[in-house]
């Protein structure tokens, strides 16, 4: 079956000049992909402990994709199951609807400060802006969300928001909003000081909103999972919990969610397990417990044969960290609420005009791919988007390979001397078993070039991963 | 129509062609040494791990956070008392006995049960749970294979204290919840 895509008149996010902009502070563009490679490094190592990882990526895979393919009896099962538990179950078709809820809700409860813990399901409804605009005040309790709040900035990453922040600048943002001294910069101190103003916005909160990890179906239930406790103050305090999940969120049974939880902050930061794996089944006495279950084009995004597995997705940045493009562009370089490799697949479908660019944010690599612990094939997708934005003539400028964006950000100026330029860039970029497969043809009848003033095998040794994903 | 019978309809217009329900039964860690491995475990999630005998809780819990205020216990026979979770705000010490431990994690199970007092578990600064070295289980698998969680209004697996690395990914223990999180291992 065919779809018509949806075509809006607004205006397309220009990613190459975005990340051009990005890429204007060598150090900083430095620093970004720096650190966001340590989290991928870190990832390699939890993974490199687990045997078994393969078996549990290939199961978690074909369990999301039963689950999809069996979507509206798992919903209608999981609704059933959560109203015999005692919670208030809302449908939402799209992020109007979905904030119209969430605002009845504050109304009915006489709801005045409102604490939220991260969900990106709100970020993408825009949820705040509507509910600051009603006269309710809204506060993000994530330590990384809260600063990027304070700054009147988005999330530039769907697990660290605030990862594009130097602590130098963090500091200076708790000095101006929480009286913190000026030039404090280091990280225990400024997170003991956002603990105090949030113990106390966590003290005043008539309700709790929360973000839904996974909810199963069986038995009615949503799971949490964060390590700063957040998420758990505010629905143990507050009288009201609203939890809101995309449609995709769904497991079948506990024995399902025990596989999620085994790869998703392995995957995520190199954890075990998060701090906190949160199951809520039923409100506590006196407390009221609302689900309320979102749409917002998901179900078109099911409907295509090519992206329907994007729905797979867990949401644990695997697939930002180690994304060559992403770590040289930064998140606000993708103008969507999602950024990234899995942002540059589920965007176009919700508005292909608008983000007609972002399949083009890729140099193909596969590294995605090949760390994603669902299996989506992120690389094949984003080919795939690529087809369909040429076919419907919105690749001017852009559909070259010269003027391909993943090109442009990774040809530094400063590597623009000589041939094979960007092939250097890339090596240092991505892992070599990876770099390997896809250099192709040349890459297996010669060696491959030694970035400039390091040894090959000392480059080796630094950039390799423990134990590299296939 | 109502948004749910939208939604619905447009997911079964949708639906993928089906996928069978994949057999999980089969999976499994390695199996190891669980008290040693949960020990391990607990350390890298900064965890502090107490091994001792149960006649010795009471003066091991008193040893251990002596010079501190306010202490909550749901192991205790007496109650606190109390409904508005908000009172514990000022807990020091907050002392629970856990169902089991997860050997590949570190984490433990909590369920309302066993807290009593669940705003406790994230308010006090420290935290102390009490764990039967008979029930720890090898990994997630089996932990869901034991525990009903859908039993109680509310469980949670905790492995280690709170923590966050949202700046400059520096590790900083402590960021809302507790501050410190000791593991107290115990034979009956
Ligand atoms: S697409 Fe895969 S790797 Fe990327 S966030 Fe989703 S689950 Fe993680």
Redesign the interface.
């Known amino acids: 079956m065919s779809r018509t895509l949806t075509v809006l008149d607004s205006a397309p996010v220009d990613h190459a000049a975005n990340a051009a902009a990005f890429n204007e502070n060598e150090a900083r563009v430095d620093w970004h992909n720096e650190s966001l490679g340590l989290m991928r490094a870190k990832r390699d190592r939890a993974v490199e402990q687990v045997p078994e990882w393969e078996a549990l990526r290939a199961v978690a895979s074909s369990i999301k994709e039963h689950t999809l393919s069996h979507l509206d009896e798992y919903l209608t099962m999981f609704e059933a199951a959560a109203i015999a538990n005692g919670a208030k179950v809302h449908w939402a078709r799209d992020a109007e609807e979905h904030n119209r809820i969430v605002h009845h809700i504050l109304v009915e409860g006489r709801v005045q400060y409102l604490v939220k813990s991260k969900s990106m399901l709100t970020e993408e409804c825009h949820l705040n802006a509507y509910l600051e605009e009603r006269g309710i005040d809204v506060v993000d309790t994530d330590l990384g969300e809260r600063i990027v709040q304070l700054r009147k900035e988005p999330p530039s990453h769907i697990v660290m928001p605030a990862s594009h922040l130097t602590k130098e600048e963090i500091g200076e943002t708790f000095a101006e909003h929480l009286g913190t001294a000026v030039g404090l910069s280091d990280p225990t101190e400024l997170t003991a000081a956002a603990r105090i103003h949030l113990r106390e916005r966590f003290l005043r909160a008539h309700a709790a909103m929360t973000g839904v990890n996974f909810a199963i179906a069986e038995t009615g239930g949503v799971v949490v999972c964060t390590n700063e406790g957040n998420a758990d103050l505010g629905m143990a305090l507050a009288p009201i919990h609203i939890a809101s999940m995309g449609i995709e969120k769904l497991v079948p049974g506990p024995a399902e969610l025990a596989v999620f939880l085994r790869v998703l902050a392995r995957s995520a930061t190199g954890q075990r397990v998060t701090v906190y794996t949160s199951h809520v089944h039923r409100p506590e006495v006196g407390q009221a417990l609302h689900i309320i279950i979102v749409d917002n084009g998901r179900t078109e995004q099911l409907g295509r044969p090519d992206f329907w597995r994007s729905l797979k997705c867990i949401r644990c940045g695997a697939c930002m960290n180690t994304c060559p493009v992403y770590r040289r562009s930064g998140g606000y370089s993708y103008g969507a609420t999602v950024p990234g490799p899995i942002g540059s697949i589920l965007s176009p479908g919700i508005d292909l005009r608008k983000y007609a660019a972002l399949p083009f944010a890729s140099t193909l690599c596969g590294s995605c791919t090949a760390v994603c612990p669902v299996k989506i094939d992120l690389d094949a997708q984003l080919y795939r988007w690529r087809q369909i934005v040429v076919d419907a003539g919105l690749a001017d400028g852009f559909k070259t390979v010269a003027a391909n964006v993943g090109a442009r950000v990774l040809s530094n100026r400063r590597w623009l001397h000589g041939g094979g330029a960007i092939i250097r860039i890339i090596m240092k970029l991505i892992p070599m078993n990876v770099m390997r497969r896809l250099s192709g043809s040349w890459g297996k009848t010669r060696d491959l070039p030694v970035p400039p003033g390091e040894s090959f095998s000392s480059w080796y040794r630094a950039n390799r991963p423990a134990k590299g994903p296939p | 129509m ?3 019978d ?3 309809a ?13 057999d ?2 089969m ?1 499994r ?2 199996t190891v040494d669980l008290a040693a491995n949960f020990t391990a ?1 607990c350390v ?2 900064a965890a502090e791990v107490v091994t001792s005998v149960r006649a010795d809780l009471d003066s091991l819990i008193a040893a251990a956070y002596a010079a501190n205020g306010r202490q909550v216990s749901a192991m205790s026979t007496t109650s606190e008392g109390v ?1 508005r ?2 009172s514990f ?1 000022d807990t020091d010490v907050f002392v629970c006995e856990a169902v089991i431990g ?1 050997a ?4 433990v199970w909590l369920p ?1 049960s066993r807290l009593r007092y ?2 406790a ?3 006090a600064t420290n935290v102390i749970v009490v764990l039967d070295r008979a029930r720890i289980v090898n ?3 089996e ?3 034991v525990v009903n ?2 039993e ?19 590790l ?1 223990i ?5 501050k410190s999180l000791t593991i107290l291992l115990l034979d009956e």
Do not use: C, W
Request: glycine share 8%.
């Open positions: 109502s948004s749910r939208v939604i619905l447009a997911v079964r217009a949708a639906r993928p062609p089906a996928v069978a329900r994949p999980v039964s999976l860690g390695a475990a890298v999630a409904t979770p908000h705000s997860v590949e994690n570190g984490a309302l669940r705003a578990l994230f308010l990994d997630m698998h932990a869901y294979r969680v859908a109680e209004e509310f469980g949670v697996f905790v492995s280690g204290p709170s923590k966050t690395a949202d700046i400059e990914q520096a900083v402590g960021a809302h919840g507790a």
